[in-house]
């Protein structure tokens, strides 16, 4: 009697094998064969989940998407505009494979109109995220009232995105506290004085 | 007799036609094959100036991070800090060209230590320029007292390669004046007020 499958659970698997070659050794290096390799599976079990390479990248890209708003919502339903700018900042392995992933898709943007149209949309929510969680804390009273809610969310996004593209090259240079300093001087420049939420620094 | 040949000349044009190439279509679709025709040389002769495809990509690389600094320090040199950061916005298609081949060589980081290399330098570079830049402004009496330099240098050059990125995947949403909106709403928390330069838009 052959052996019962789960396979959910084996695509689940063979995704994270691909991830980790993606975050460790790059896009060139995922191929059907070595993530068919990696995961002691044959290619054509690989290649029955998905069709081939631009497939398995495309639903590990929205994995990716999905789970970095996962994480900001949960922070977001607190009212916790640093804890949102904390589930991009690139403070854990885990946080390094997701930004090099993201990176290595953004490059396909030209050959990949799919990818670019992900990219767009997510953008477009973060920015709208940011923008209802600016404005609630001005209504709040939190935020400076002369802060333009919706420029100061482009400004934020621009900067999470910029820093971790820095962090990825160069990680021993950028210690967590070097990316808090970052971001906390950022914030500041949007909190009223006096109304600074714990998790910001106020040191300059 | 055969026509004379300007080498420099002939290696300039296979460097721009692979950079057009590489802008319009992707890393992909740069072969040494593809470039031959539409140079409309042989393979061979590509082959001559470019040992293969990622020596030309290195290449290619390298010019365009010559080129991006040349123009910030012609800002620079007039102690400019809004022309050295618009040296790198996305305000025309030379720049968008640019920022794509930047973008398709970061996602090579993994695979191709030399670029990472060039990358981590180059990101150095720009924020010690940067940061010289704000201390002079700030000796002068421009920028607030309380800015850290060394940390403004960081927010702006984080926020100029998001912004790029952001700018990248969505021209039609990003027209120049949305782009200097977020890049003056930043600069306008460093200045002193009434120290603001005629190029900085003090609306909020």
New interface residues.
Partial sequence: MPAAVDHDERRTRVLDIAEGIL???????VTVREVARAAGVSTAIVSHYFRDKDELLLLLFRRNVREAFAYADAAAAKGDLKGMIEAAMVLDNARVARW?IW?????????HPEI?EI??GS?AEQLTRLGTMLRCLQERGDIAP???PD??A??L???????A??V???PPAWPPERQH??VD??LR?LYKVGRLPDNVSSA?
Same sequence: chains 1, 2.
Avoid at 23 to 29: C, K, N, S, V
Avoid at 157 to 163: A, D, Q, T, V
């Fill in positions: 975050a460790e050794a790059g896009l060139r290096a090099r990176l290595a898709y953004l490059a396909q943007l030209a050959s670019a990219q767009r953008a002369h802060v333009d420029i100061a482009e400004r996004l621009s900067l999470i995105m910029g820093l593209i820095q990825l090259f160069d300093a970052v001087a950022e420049t300059p």
